[in-house]
């Protein structure tokens, strides 16, 4: 069965850095759109950052450009979140996503999901 397995969160200070690591199997992981995505409490599951296939095309939030790189080893069914000049604001449950087709930025459009990791920033 398909599994999405993130790691890598943690308690860090502001201006530290993370990087974050997701575990694909049960699927083609070189054929699915990479996603990541986070959720803070009482806010809704919003988008982070995506990578396609290949790799060779991204797309970040404009919380994340500039800050946050992600990037994937198909070889190793893993993709990684570098989270780099934190903020107390990026504090949140962080999941990775599977989707078939295009980069995406809806929740709604990835089929397949991680259990997530917490990140927490503190000031």
């Known amino acids: 069965q398909v599994q999405l397995v993130e790691s890598g969160g943690g308690l860090v200070q502001a201006g530290g850095s993370l990087r974050l690591s997701c575990a694909a199997s049960g699927y083609t992981f070189s054929r699915y759109t990479m996603g990541w995505f986070r959720q803070a409490p009482g806010k809704e599951r919003e988008f982070v950052a995506a990578i396609s296939q290949s790799g060779g095309g991204t797309r970040y939030s404009d919380s994340a450009k500039g800050r946050f790189t992600i990037f994937r080893d198909n070889a190793k069914n893993t993709v990684y979140l570098q989270m780099n000049s934190l903020k107390p604001e990026d504090t949140a449950v962080y999941y990775c996503?599977?989707?078939?087709?295009?980069?995406?930025?809806?929740?709604?459009?990835?089929?397949?999901w991680g259990q997530g990791t917490q990140v927490t920033i503190s000031s």
């Open positions: 996503a599977a989707r078939d087709g295009s980069i995406g930025t809806r929740p709604i459009s990835y089929e397949y």
